[in-house]
Nanobody, 121 residues
Framework: QVQLVESGGGLVQAGGSLSLSCAAS???????????MGWYRQVPGKQRELVAG???????NYADSVKGRFTISRDNAKNTVYLQMNGLKPEDTAVYYC????????????WGKGTLVTVSS
């Protein structure tokens, strides 16, 4: 069984920054370093969107809407993936989900419960 637990969400003003973390545990512990990780987000009434993905060796990809503002990283020794969000905009408001999978382009085999990020204007 795989557990992904996000932390770091909250309320921030436009232009501000937040850092999300996701700790992986359970059976993923022995395979974290060989799996891609990612962050999706979802706004009520809209489809989930892949925000960023990272391969086991650190290759990354981002949605066009966050390029240059968000940075995904991982620490395989700690089974943890991060999302640093700078220059936040009201349209970044969403529930952010940590995910794990075989490809950084769609790392969607396992999902966390999500953490809410609210950006006020």
């Amino acid at each position: 069984q795989v557990q992904l637990v996000e932390s770091g969400g909250g309320l921030v003003q436009a232009g501000g920054s937040l850092s999300l973390s996701c700790a992986a545990s359970g059976s993923i512990g022995s395979i974290f370093s060989v799996n891609a990780m990612g962050w999706y987000r979802q706004v009520p009434g809209k489809q989930r969107e892949l925000v960023a993905g990272i391969s086991p060796v650190g290759n990354t990809n981002y949605a066009d809407s966050v390029k240059g503002r968000f940075t995904i990283s991982r620490d395989n020794a700690k089974n943890t993936v991060y999302l640093q969000m700078n220059g936040l905009k009201p349209e970044d408001t969403a529930v952010y989900y940590c995910t794990c999978g075989r490809s950084r382009w769609a790392p969607a085999d396992y999902w966390g419960k999500g953490t809410l990020v609210t950006v006020s204007s």
